[in-house]
């Protein structure tokens, strides 16, 4: 640009000295007259166009230099615009940080509050196992004068001290009943408080594989319509009967559901209660691609990976209602979870599975308030669009769409080449959301127990 400048400014002098030495030529020497003349109206012409030419170059210059500053104003503007928004995305984000922070520090004081609480029922525990003990003694006291008051007849007022005794123990005892119930109740809120801590710490502390999660408070739950009445007359109906007979090791035992045979399943002693578990996976040992038959009847290890049977899951949760507790391990070893309210229908209508969330630490992935049904590969009741989910997914699950999640796919690790054979693994798919593999599952059932999510 300087070097046009430069030019356009001395050509005009080069013009002009050419013209005074012309003239002074013209001037001493008749004879070259009109050779002069001729050559210097050809240097205008020729300085002539390189000037109308320079000046078209710096006219296109000039509209190509105006579009490139308009296209750096539009993208600074576009610049500024973003950086604004991302400074309130910031903004939002460090809001609901300190927010979480503060439940988090909520939470904490309130657990030690419950844990003071407990050392002082525990304590009262004691005092009463002390009083039983003594009230014991006293009714054994009571049993022999019974014993010998047979033998002779009591007069009116032996009778009368008698029957007051009687109903001081009874109501002793009825009184130490609740205090016991009471306890049990603290105790499964301070392991739940417990759990609800540890989440809320893992969220804040270190981010996990579940970078979309966010923490769900538990919502209110519905009253059931028939509570759970277990008979202990013979073999225990379910786990959670097993447990309150006194039973706390995890383990196999055997269980007969009311209106069904005897079978085994896995009792997982946790929370202050017992739960029958009907899925677990640990290390991808087991083929989970099996038939209709073999999901209804069970198949695999109760003491490694599982599945108990469409058939057994439904005879016990006909007994009464049931929360679904779904336990997930991703790759990187956290853990999360999501408990439902549901109902399971039998075979006649494909183990239908109608679900209703009820808490959890993780996006949900399956619908709610829907008519599932059980399909396998090779009795796929609900085809989708002419395209058979388990299948093309491999297991057999409660397909709605095939892709929201299967905890029964293919034990795939995360080194798995190919995006189709991960689709096709075990995985947990929120509707929005993508993909991810998991380590290892667990689907687990117990009677509902409403005190315990107040």
């Not at 750096?72 to 309130?88: C, V």
């Not at 109760?302 to 049931?322: A, R």
Request: glycine residues 6%.
């Amino acid at each position: 640009m300087k070097t046009i400048l430069v030019f356009l400014f001395i050509a005009p002098l080069a013009f002009s000295a050419r013209a005074e030495k012309d003239y002074s030529s013209f001037d001493s020497a008749a004879s070259p007259e009109t050779k002069s003349r001729f050559a210097m109206l050809d240097d205008v012409r020729i300085l002539a166009n390189g000037l109308l030419q320079l000046g078209h170059g710096l006219k296109d210059f000039v509209h190509k230099t105006k579009g490139q500053m308009n296209d750096i104003f539009q993208k600074l503007y576009i610049f500024d615009r973003s950086f604004y928004e991302l400074s309130l995305q910031t903004s939002e984000i460090k809001e609901e940080e300190e927010q979480l922070r503060q439940t988090t520090a909520r939470l904490q004081i309130n657990n030690e509050e419950i844990k003071n609480l407990s050392q002082e029922m525990n304590s009262k525990i004691e005092d009463l196992i002390q009083n039983k003990i003594q009230l014991q003694e006293k009714v054994w006291g009571l049993e022999d004068k019974v014993t010998k008051l047979a033998i002779i007849q009591p007069s009116a007022q032996e009778t009368k001290e008698i029957s007051s005794l009687k109903a001081f123990v009874e109501e002793q005892d009825n009184h130490i009943k609740q205090l016991l119930k009471i306890v049990e109740d603290q105790h499964v809120q301070l392991d739940r408080q417990h759990n609800q801590i540890m989440e809320l710490e893992d969220k804040v502390g270190e981010p996990s594989l579940f970078l979309f999660s966010e923490f769900v408070m538990a919502q209110p739950f519905i009253q059931p319509s028939h509570p759970f009445s277990p008979s202990l007359e013979g073999a225990a109906p379910d786990c959670t009967a097993l447990y309150n007979s006194g039973i706390r090791s995890s383990g196999v035992y055997t269980i007969k559901p009311n209106g069904s045979e005897s079978f085994d399943v896995y009792c997982e002693m946790k929370f202050g209660t017992s739960w029958t578990v009907i899925q677990n996976r640990v290390d991808g040992s087991l083929d989970f691609n099996q038939t209709w038959d073999a999901y209804t009847n069970g198949f695999g290890d109760l003491n490694g990976e599982f599945w108990l049977g469409l058939n057994k899951t439904y005879s016990i949760t006909k007994q009464g209602d049931y929360i679904l507790r779904i336990e997930l391990q991703d790759w990187k070893d956290n853990k999360r979870y999501v408990e439902y309210a549901f109902s399971l229908g039998g075979p006649e209508t494909n183990y239908t599975l109608q679900l209703s969330r009820v808490s959890g630490s993780i996006p949900n992935a399956l619908p709610e308030q829907t008519e599932l049904r059980f399909s396998t590969a090779d009795r796929d009741v609900d085809i989708i669009n002419d395209f058979n989910c388990p299948e093309n997914y491999l297991g057999g699950w409660w397909h709605s769409e095939c892709e929201e999640t299967n905890l029964n796919g293919k034990y795939v690790a995360p080194r798995s080449r190919g995006r189709l054979d991960r689709r096709k693994g075990l995985y947990w798919k929120p509707k929005k959301g993508r993909y991810y593999l998991l380590k290892s599952t667990k689907i687990m059932i117990h009677p509902t127990d409403l005190k315990s999510f107040d």
